[in-house]
């Protein structure tokens, strides 16, 4: 049988990219939403940080569900 391609770290350090950009989306799309509803720059970046907590959020529950998901389902 194949083992995985990815080292432990390197699996680590793509959750962790794959999160940082989940989030990051998040915010900027909040920001640039609030542009484009005529939002004066601090508006916009009130809203921006909102939607960093906000991914920040949504990124740690679906990192939880993903983990119950697969202890559900790991093969013995």
């Not at 194949?2 to 959750?15: C, H, K, M, Q, Y």
């Not at 005529?38 to 939607?51: E, K, N, P, S």
């Amino acid at each position: 049988m194949v083992g995985p391609s990815l080292s432990d770290d390197e699996t680590r350090l793509a959750n962790s990219r794959i999160k940082l950009g989940f989030i990051a989306l998040i915010s900027i799309s909040s920001g640039l939403i609030a542009v484009t509803a005529d939002a004066t720059l601090v508006q916009a970046g009130i809203a921006a940080l909102a939607g960093l907590v906000v991914g920040w959020l949504l990124t740690k529950y679906i990192a939880q569900w993903g983990r119950e998901f697969t202890e559900v389902n790991r093969r013995r």
